[in-house]
């Protein structure tokens, strides 16, 4: 089964920018980032189809995460500026294949304070 590996998070103050990446051990044909806060649920940030390139981000981070790719590669990039403390989280990326989101990565914290 594919697997996924993200890095890139780190600590940061409001406002600044991080770049996290998750590469995959395959090819997928679309991915979701997700992020959950300590003590909340999990929530989607962003999403992509591969082949197009169309994009979905949930209206809390619209206009400051960027969700991009490097198909050659078989990595997803998530471009998080204008961070708020809220941001704050462990990130995950997901694959989505038949209907659902199948392997998910390890994670990477992402601290803004």
């Known amino acids: 089964h594919v697997q996924l590996v993200e890095s890139g998070g780190g600590s940061v103050q409001a406002g600044g920018s991080l770049r996290l990446s998750c590469t995959a051990s395959e090819y997928i044909s679309a991915i979701g980032w997700f992020r959950q806060a300590s003590g909340k649920e999990r929530e989607g940030v962003a999403g992509?189809?591969?082949?197009?390139?169309?994009?979905y981000y949930d209206e809390s981070v619209k206009g400051r995460f960027t969700i991009s790719r490097d198909n050659a590669e078989n990595t997803l990039y998530l471009q998080l500026t204008s961070l708020k403390t809220e941001d704050t989280a462990v990130y995950y990326c997901a694959d989505f294949a038949g209907g659902s989101f199948n392997y998910w990565g390890q994670g990477t914290q992402v601290t803004v304070s």
């Open positions: 992509m189809g591969i082949a197009r390139g169309l994009a």
